[in-house]
């Protein structure tokens, strides 16, 4: 709870500030470093430039979607850290790494993404309009469930599974990224 907060506070204070770019988190805190408007890079060029993003650069480099999400956009990117994808059974990514598994992969990660750019403000707001849960059209197609738990946003995928937002409000040229704890799955 403690890093969880502090993350927060961390993130609340970097928004507030300024646009950000570069997150990094271990154990006992996160460190950001802030960017001017100017400098402000793609959703791609952010996850590339930050080592808790490896597994999803990787990822999104297999699938074949770098093109698409250094476009215009504007896109809201729910992006798995490494230790999301790292609570998957064992040989999970390697497999959807393959090239032969490169339409599950798509899936995967599309139902990470979200139309338009939507600011933590934006989901709290909606959550609470809508009786606690909002519906949230993915660009795979399918639905991801937004929910509060005190002051936490929780994604709750099609299967039931659970991810926790953990860094919010990442400012991109094409968007906005919102790094989540697990992997949700379409």
């Given at each position: 709870?403690?890093?969880?907060?502090?993350?927060?506070?961390?993130?609340?204070?970097?928004?507030?500030?300024?646009?950000?770019?570069?997150?990094?988190?271990?154990?006992?805190?996160?460190?950001?470093?802030?960017?001017?408007?100017?400098?402000?890079q793609t959703i791609v060029s952010?996850?590339?430039?930050?080592?808790?993003?490896?597994?999803?650069?990787?990822?999104?480099?297999?699938?074949?979607?770098?093109?698409?999400?250094?476009?215009?956009?504007?896109?809201?990117?729910?992006?798995?850290?490494?230790?999301?994808?790292?609570?998957?059974?064992?040989?999970?990514?390697?497999?959807?790494?393959?090239?032969?598994?490169?339409?599950?992969?798509?899936?995967?990660?599309?139902?990470?993404?979200?139309?338009?750019?939507?600011?933590?403000?934006?989901?709290?707001?909606?959550?609470?309009?809508?009786?606690?849960?909002?519906?949230?059209?993915?660009?795979?197609?399918?639905?991801?469930?937004?929910?509060?738990?005190?002051?936490?946003?929780?994604?709750?995928?099609?299967?039931?599974?659970?991810?926790?937002?953990?860094?919010a409000d990442v400012d991109a040229?094409?968007?906005?990224?919102?790094?989540?704890?697990?992997?949700?799955?379409?």
């Open positions: 709870m403690k890093k969880l907060l502090s993350i927060s506070i961390i993130a609340v204070l970097a928004f507030v500030s300024t646009a950000f770019t570069n997150i990094t988190v271990s154990d006992d805190h996160a460190t950001v470093s802030n960017k001017t408007l100017n400098e402000i952010v996850a590339a430039g930050n080592d808790n993003f490896t597994t999803l650069v990787a990822a999104v480099k297999a699938a074949g979607l770098v093109d698409t999400l250094n476009s215009d956009g504007p896109f809201t990117v729910f992006a798995p850290v490494n230790d999301a994808f790292a609570k998957l059974p064992d040989g999970t990514v390697t497999t959807l790494l393959k090239p032969e598994n490169k339409d599950m992969l798509t899936a995967i990660l599309t139902y990470h993404v979200v139309a338009g750019k939507f600011m933590a403000a934006d989901v709290v707001k909606a959550i609470k309009a809508n009786d606690g849960a909002f519906k949230i059209a993915t660009v795979q197609g399918g639905t991801l469930t937004a929910s509060l738990s005190g002051n936490n946003v929780i994604l709750t995928d099609s299967k039931g599974n659970k991810s926790t937002v953990v860094i040229s094409n968007g906005v990224v919102h790094a989540i704890d697990t992997v949700v799955m379409p």
